[in-house]
């Protein structure tokens, strides 16, 4: 393995990846694997979608909207979780401590609305999914 070598000019700084609007955040990345990807809310909704639903991007796109949280009567505010599983499904990480197991649901299109994924009490909510 060869060492890490310090850049040595300033216009070296690497490449764009993503362009984020004011506001926008990343919640996860990971390798394109064939499978599924899984997205959460922190109000435990979420759904599945076929990694071949989601577009490829160039460099420095603005990326691929799979939920819209800002409409509450539809969509579940904050998105806060996503990761992809090829075999089995994740698991939930709630703010409370408990680890539940996320039941194996249908895949949806990217456009549709979530459901529900796991359930939370009042005042709970899912921090993560692994």
Excluded: W
């Amino acid at each position: 393995m060869k060492p890490i070598r310090p850049v040595k000019s300033a216009s070296a700084g690497g490449v764009l990846g993503i362009k984020l609007a004011s506001g926008d955040r990343v919640i996860g990345a990971c390798a394109v694997t064939p499978g599924d990807l899984y997205v959460a809310h922190e109000s435990g909704f979420g759904k599945r979608v076929a990694i071949d639903d989601i577009p490829t991007k160039g460099r420095g796109g603005g990326g691929v909207a799979l939920a819209s949280p800002d409409k509450p009567s539809k969509e579940p505010a904050g998105l806060v979780s996503a990761i992809a599983c090829s075999e089995a499904a994740p698991v939930a990480t709630l703010l409370s401590g408990q680890i539940l197991a996320v039941p194996e649901t249908e895949a949806a299109n990217r456009a549709a609305v979530s459901r529900p994924l796991v359930d939370t009490m009042v005042g709970d909510e899912v921090i993560t999914l692994s």
